[in-house]
């Protein structure tokens, strides 16, 4: 039985920052992993799910898993709630905001927000955020969140947070109803991606639908 990794960047990012995290679930953990590009601003957050659903479809394997960071992990949700033809797997989102975002609203009401944002992020998280349409997913799919608690980044400089955060994505923000684990890591938005500590955190789920806890 085949099983393949896909992994799907965030905002403003090329496919290739996933580099590190791919490399870590081969060489760690023996997963192969797969790139997936998309435009996150020009493609509306449909547009996106069904190209992501064609690149899965393509891998022809009997298991994909999808690890996402950022908005990546809110294109892997719709594409699972587009496409009940999937092939089954677990998905990991890191530092998605799956419950809105105070740092995209805020830039949102800026004259120059909205083009910077994008269509896919304007769509899924903030006109209709995954909370309210992916529990069919979580119904049918082991869902894993990871949350960083190291605020460092641009957010900061947008708003004012008075929770954990990874600089960018509040932690209640990633808190998915129906998610079968969330953990918070000290790492910030960024930082997720090129966390050894992350990597492995997401391969223990993607191998047993839980993350590594202290005993």
């Known amino acids: 039985m085949s099983t393949e990794v896909v992994l799907v960047h965030g905002i403003w990012m090329p496919g290739a920052v996933m580099s590190y995290l791919k490399q870590q679930l081969k060489r760690d953990h023996g997963f192969r992993g797969h790139l997936f590009s998309y435009a996150s601003v020009r493609g509306t957050l449909d547009e996106n799910a069904e190209l992501l659903a ?39 989102c890191l ?5 809105g975002c105070r740092v995209a609203s805020n ?17 899924g998280v903030l006109d209709d955020a995954a909370s309210r349409w992916a ?18 980044g641009v957010g900061r400089l947008l708003t004012t947070f008075d929770e954990d955060c990874d600089g960018t994505v509040s932690v ?29 955190q997401a391969a223990a789920f993607l191998e047993r639908g839980e993350f590594l806890r202290d005993a």
Do not use: Y
């Not at 830039?107 to 769509?123: E, T």
């Not at 969330?182 to 090129?194: E, K």
């Open 54 to 92: 064609d690149f899965v479809d393509h891998l022809g394997a009997d298991s994909v898993h999808l690890v996402g960071h950022s908005l990546g992990g809110v294109i892997g949700l719709r594409m699972l709630a587009l496409n009940d033809a999937a092939p089954p797997g677990r998905v990991v």
């Open 95 to 99: 530092g998605s905001p799956l419950c």
């Open 107 to 123: 830039l949102s009401r800026r004259s120059w927000g909205s083009p910077v944002l994008g269509k896919a992020l304007v769509a």
């Open 135 to 152: 529990g069919p997913v979580t119904a049918q799919r082991d869902i894993g969140v990871i949350a960083g608690t190291r605020a460092m």
């Open 172 to 200: 209640s923000e990633t808190r998915l109803p129906g998610a079968r684990d969330h953990i918070c890591m000290d790492v910030s938005h960024m930082g997720l991606l090129a966390s050894r500590g992350v990597a492995d």
